[in-house]
């Protein structure tokens, strides 16, 4: 049978264990507390190994949280699954859509729970560049030309005015046609 730590049953034991962690010499320690230096070095190394299975149970407590955590996400995305699939039995595409969006959200919070996605801030560098009114009426004309419905009966896409140029005759068309 184990003997029980001297150390442990020392009435000023909270006093030793300061100094123990502070990093005081054993013998020191001994000689204040009127201890054998041995008795103190074995209550160090007691005091490791309490230390470490401290650690170890706050770091199963720490396992047992997280799989919770990990668990009720899995339930709220069974239960935006099932509303879902009610609400494409019923048709409803509004609530379907929704359910969703839900569920997207619901991964991305497990990914970022699981550190698949980083958080927190970041820094973001965007370059701009200003460009004459008339510039941006060209870019605009340019955009209507490309999407107009007249552009999908035409074999090839109209080469864009961007580059410059002066003549703006066929946007000016298409705007007055419509």
């Known amino acids: ?37 041995d008795a103190v070095g074995r209550h160090r190394r007691h005091m490791r190994t309490a230390m470490l299975k401290a650690q170890a149970a706050c770091e199963k407590q720490d396992l047992v949280y997280g799989q919770t955590l990990i ?67 060209e870019y605009a004309r340019d955009i209507l030309e490309l999407f107009s419905p007249d552009t999908a009966l035409q074999p090839e896409l109209p080469i864009p005015l961007i580059e410059g140029e002066t003549d703006i005759s066929a946007t000016e068309e298409w705007n007055d046609g419509n």
């Open 1 to 37: 049978m184990a003997r029980t730590c001297t150390i442990c049953t020392h009435p000023k034991l909270v006093n030793i264990d300061r100094q123990l962690l502070r990093g005081d010499m054993l013998n020191g320690i001994a000689h204040r507390f009127h201890v054998s230096p």
């Open 71 to 137: 668990d009720e996400v899995k339930l709220i995305k069974a239960d935006a699954e099932r509303l879902q699939l009610e609400a494409e039995d019923r048709r409803d595409i509004r609530a379907a859509l929704q359910a969703i969006r839900e569920r997207v959200g619901i991964v991305e919070l497990q990914a970022k729970l699981m550190g698949e996605i980083q958080t927190g801030n970041r820094s973001l560098t965007v370059n701009l560049q200003t460009i004459s009114p008339e510039e941006a009426l």
